[in-house]
Nanobody
Framework: QVQLVESGGGLVQPGGSLRLSCLASGFTFSSKSMRWYRQAPGKEREWVAHISSAGYTNYADSVKGRFTISRDNAKNTVYLQMNSLKPEDTAIYYC???????WGQGTQVTVSS
């Protein structure tokens, strides 16, 4: 059974940083591309970042240069390092497996002074 458990969210001031984690289980993590998405109140869920099984990455224009996605296959975990946070980054953040329709509970990120 596929399971994704996100953690690391919280309240941070503009310009601050957070590191999100997503612990995955129930599939061969090292062979799958992983993604982070987010959903702000009243908005559609949007893609944020992607990492392939080989470690290639790409990002939405809105977070490029501020966010970094990484993975640790030994720990079955994908990370999202978020720097220079802005109020518009406020959302629930979810990790996902490319090609699967499985979602965790998400982790809330709030950027506010």
């Amino acid at each position: 059974q596929v399971q994704l458990v996100e953690s690391g969210g919280g309240l941070v001031q503009p310009g601050g940083s957070l590191r999100l984690s997503c612990l995955a289980s129930g599939f061969t993590f090292s062979s799958k591309s992983m993604r982070w998405y987010r959903q702000a109140p009243g908005k559609e869920r949007e893609w944020v970042a992607h990492i392939s099984s080989a470690g290639y990455t790409n990002y939405a224009d809105s977070v490029k240069g501020r966010f970094t996605i990484s993975r640790d296959n030994a720990k079955n975990t994908v990370y999202l390092q978020m720097n220079s946070l802005k109020p518009e980054d406020t959302a629930i953040y979810y990790c996902a497996i490319l090609g699967y329709n499985s979602w965790g509970q998400g982790t809330q990120v709030t950027v506010s002074s």
